[in-house]
């Protein structure tokens, strides 16, 4: 959601089509944002509308999205010696080898 608001405003409809969630899901999850400062609102005749107020947030889970996959990469090899991960993680393509196979992904 807030990578989508980063990019123009959306509705709580428009957001839950988005994350593929039920309308009272993301109107709470949009609540809490609102509420701690992330996004702000405004109305829009019958329906309201929700903006990303702090940008700088999407540098911060680009930055835990990391954290995770460098952590998932430490873990994978603990659980299936000789496996690896390589690559730029979410932020990019990214390789999985299991011992001769091989698995790439691309970040959305």
Not at 3 to 10: D, G, Q, R
Not at 36 to 55: E, F, M, Q
């Amino acid at each position: 959601m807030v990578s989508h608001l980063a990019s123009k405003e959306a509705s709580v409809g428009e957001l839950a089509e988005v994350v593929g969630s039920d309308l009272s899901t993301v109107s709470k999850h949009l609540s809490v944002l609102k509420n701690v400062g992330i996004l702000t609102d405004r109305k829009d005749a019958n329906r309201v509308l929700y903006t990303l107020s702090c940008p700088c947030i999407l540098e911060f889970i680009h930055c835990i999205d990391d954290v995770i996959f460098q952590d998932a990469s430490k873990g994978l090899s603990c659980v299936l010696p000789g496996a690896r991960i390589t690559g730029d993680g979410p932020s990019g393509k990214s390789s999985v080898s299991l011992g001769g196979m091989r698995e790439t992904r691309h970040a959305d």
